[in-house]
């Protein structure tokens, strides 16, 4: 076999599955989290907060992209998206997810599918089963080593969990959306049964 050919990657970025996280907090900073009702519900369990603790509503012109991509509910004030909450962190001088303490995730083992996810991104062949590419996503800085390890099949599977969990909250939003152009925060965190 030719040697060369040995060496090539199963995929463009195989690299990355070496990706080792260093720690910076970036990805805990500065930017808003969008998150599920799934997420929050998981949440509330693992640490026994209530949904308002955890979560926000937050505006398209929150987001640097005003939002694209992500599920609006029409609700008092205007539509919103659902976020991880965010607090100013003092000792970094910046905004930082609520749950960025002491330069750690305190509820990491409950964190959202999002977080699990960052900063990869996996794009897919045709037929939408094979990994064609991995990458960092370079929406926030990223100081990151390769010198650890990670694998593909675990990447996969958190990949497909998270467009799940997107696709429930979509019919869960579309669903209010057509019943309400306006409500409470409490009205709808009670139509996703987190209330």
């Known amino acids: 076999m030719d040697p060369l050919r040995a060496r090539r990657p199963k995929f463009n970025g195989e690299k990355f599955l070496k990706f080792r996280c260093t720690e910076c907090g ?102 939408g089963k094979r990994v064609s590419h991995l990458s960092i996503n370079p929406a926030l800085p990223c100081p990151y080593e390769l010198d650890g390890h990670n694998t593909l099949p675990e990447m996969v599977a958190t990949w497909r969990w998270d467009d799940r969990q997107d696709d429930s909250w979509g019919a869960m939003v579309s669903e209010w959306n057509r019943a309400h152009s306006a409500g409470t925060e409490d009205e709808f965190l009670k139509h996703c049964g987190l209330l």
């Open 26 to 127: 970036n990805c805990c900073s500065d930017t808003i989290v969008p998150i599920t009702h799934e997420d929050v519900a998981r949440m509330m369990k693992g640490t026994g907060l209530k949904a308002m603790d955890i979560a926000t509503f937050y505006k398209s012109s929150d987001f640097d992209d005003g939002g694209e991509g992500l599920q609006f509910v029409n609700l008092d004030g205007g539509r919103r998206t659902l976020g991880l909450r965010k607090r100013f962190d003092k000792e970094n001088d910046r905004d930082s997810c609520a749950f960025f303490k002491g330069d750690r995730c305190s509820v990491y083992e409950h964190r959202p599918v999002t977080c699990r996810v960052w900063p990869f991104t996996l794009r897919f062949d045709p037929s």
